[in-house]
């Protein structure tokens, strides 16, 4: 019975130690109480964040990616003022004890990180404000993450996106009451706005200039498209291709361009096949560049869509005709069957 009792005060008093405990956590900020005019100090000060930016900065137009922003608080004390001096010992345990937790004046707390895009740069911001518990003078924060889309016709340039903070921190605390202190403290709500910069890199970005063909039914024929080169860099090795369907069909899908400056356009030959039964109609046609950047590396273009007609044959004419020629004949035939009935009448 004894050793029960032991154990239900042991849980009792686990118990207790966790309520308190849930209790301090859930109070990291107090409420202002008052605004404190009567305490023993007042030191001038605030947290001061800055960002620093880890990796590389540099994307790629079409890239998702994730930045790393971590947070350091450069923030400073400044002046020291005496407001009123103690009297007697308890009063002076009250005075250090306030003089202490003045200085956590630089201490940032319940730290908001949301990265926006307020200038409508060509980027999509992903990820939702993130959060960092406090940021004492002189710390760095573990990295907040956001991850990002560069659109996929992004220019080449540099981009300002705003890592927009809110944190509070402790403006003023007072003590009083020794042995039983009581502790006030007044927190202010402060807003800071941190630029990142990013760069979209140049690339070699293509556009179809024009089309010239004579498609015609049942015959092998020529296409011509003419691309040019409008991005900022050079294009090397670049080979176009084509993508077609019914009622095309090839097996000279691609043509060698070479390499293209910016603002180069080259004409590029292909040989298409069209079906007998094709109707004469403009068609759809996909097209794409194929190429190497400055770094050697393969790159491949946005898919682009051409305009691919086929034209009339005389054959088609002819038949067309002898079709209106039996309509009207037909026409003509039913007015005099008509007419004669009329007349045969009278």
Not at 43 to 60: A, D, H, I, K, W
Not at 98 to 121: F, P, Q, S
Not at 220 to 244: H, K, M, P, Q, S
């Amino acid at each position: 019975m004894e050793r029960m009792r032991k154990k239900i005060l042991v849980l009792f008093g686990v118990f207790l130690l966790f309520v308190a405990t849930s209790n301090v956590n859930a109070e990291i900020i107090p409420p202002n109480i008052d605004e404190l005019l009567d305490d023993y100090y007042d030191v001038s000060g605030e947290p001061q964040l800055s960002g620093s930016v880890m990796g590389n900065l540099e994307f790629e137009s079409g890239e998702t990616s994730r930045i790393f922003v971590r947070l350091i608080n450069n923030g400073q004390t400044g002046t020291f003022e005496t407001e009123n001096k103690p009297v007697g010992p308890n009063e002076s345990v009250d005075a250090s004890t306030e003089l202490d937790l003045e200085y956590d004046i630089t201490t940032a707390v319940n730290i908001h990180g949301a990265l926006k895009n307020e200038d409508e740069a060509p980027v999509r911001v992903f990820s939702d404000p993130q959060q960092v518990e406090y940021l004492r003078s002189g710390e760095i924060a573990q990295p907040m993450e956001f991850d990002i889309e560069i659109f996929k016709n992004a220019p080449s340039g540099t981009y300002e996106l705003r890592l927009n903070l809110t944190y509070q921190y402790q403006s003023d605390v007072k003590v009083d009451g020794y042995p039983n202190q009581r502790i006030d403290y007044w927190y202010v709500m402060k807003n800071q706005t941190l630029p990142i910069h990013i760069e979209v890199k140049p690339k070699a970005d293509f556009i179809v200039e024009s089309v010239k063909s004579q498609l015609i039914p049942d015959e092998e024929c020529l296409f011509y498209v003419t691309y040019r080169n409008v991005g900022d860099v050079v294009a090397e090795d670049a080979v176009a291709r084509i993508i077609v369907s019914d009622p095309f069909s090839t097996t000279d899908d691609q043509a060698f361009l070479g390499t293209l400056e910016p603002g180069d356009s080259y004409q590029a030959q292909y040989s298409i096949e069209v079906d007998s039964d094709a109707l004469p109609k403009t068609y759809g046609i996909e097209t794409e560049v194929e190429y190497k950047d400055g770094r050697g590396d393969t790159r491949i273009s946005d898919v682009m869509k051409v305009s691919a007609t086929v034209e009339e044959t005389d054959e088609s004419m002819i038949s067309v005709g002898y079709l209106l020629a039996i309509i009207i004949a037909g026409v003509a035939g039913v007015y005099l069957h008509v007419k004669r009935g009329k007349e045969s009448n009278s």
